[in-house]
């Protein structure tokens, strides 16, 4: 059975289970729902109406964690979770902290150009957040946390990809700067293979989005 995963390259959402489900050995691109999120087609499998939302047979599932926890399951390859409990623990703890500390501040930025004064609350907002990350990671963790690739990174890339994206007009890079270990871990995981391949998409979903 195929897996679809739809949705834009844009949505760091929407690249959370793609970046697992590539980790795993699937290699598999995020595909845009023909009558869009908003048809009674797509309302029918989830009637939040969002992105990402997984096919896998008569099997619709929603929401990006989920999405990324039940490939983990699902696929063969790498195990996306530590078996170590503590170390699962601070996996999952670090991907619950970006939701809650990371996800909502991010809105503002893109309304920054209609909506100025939306931007200084927001950058220290995510600078809070960075700072609650930083502080349960390790000096050891070469990804984001262990030595090798979990969902907190499939999580973790491309939501950093903004502090890129937006550099230019609000100085976002100097948030992950101030951060000198998430600094460290964002520089490594985008120059590996999974994770330069998911900056390019989503900036190639910002350029689309942008006009061209
Ligand atoms: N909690 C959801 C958030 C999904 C979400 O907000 N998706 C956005 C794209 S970034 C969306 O579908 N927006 C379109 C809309 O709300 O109409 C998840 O993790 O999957």
Request: charge should be negative; charged fraction near 20%.
């Amino acid at each position: 059975m195929t897996i679809h995963i739809y949705g834009g390259a844009l949505s760091p959402f929407v690249m959370r289970p793609v970046l697992a489900a590539r980790a795993k050995g699937l290699d598999i691109s995020p595909e845009s729902y023909e009558a869009g999120i908003k048809s009674d087609a797509y309302r029918a499998m989830t009637p939040m109406a969002k992105m990402p939302l997984l096919v896998d047979g008569d099997f619709a599932l929603p929401e990006s964690q989920v999405i990324a926890e039940y490939l983990d399951a699902v696929l063969p390859g790498p195990k996306l979770l530590p078996e170590d409990a503590q170390e699962a623990a601070r996996v999952r703890l670090i991907i619950r902290l970006a939701d809650l500390n990371i996800v909502p501040h991010l809105g503002a930025l893109f309304r920054g150009r209609d909506n100025p004064e939306g931007v200084a609350p927001a950058m220290a907002g995510l600078a809070e957040g960075l700072g609650f990350i930083a502080h349960f990671r390790k000096a050891s963790d070469a990804f984001a946390v262990g030595d090798s690739f979990t969902l907190a990174d499939a999580a973790l890339i491309p939501l950093f990809f903004f502090f890129d994206a937006f550099a230019r007009g609000m100085k976002t890079d100097a948030l992950v700067a101030g951060q000198p270990g998430l600094a460290a871990w964002w520089a490594h995981v985008k120059a590996t293979d999974l994770g330069a391949r998911c900056v390019a998409e989503q900036a190639a979903g910002l350029k689309a989005m942008m006009g061209g």
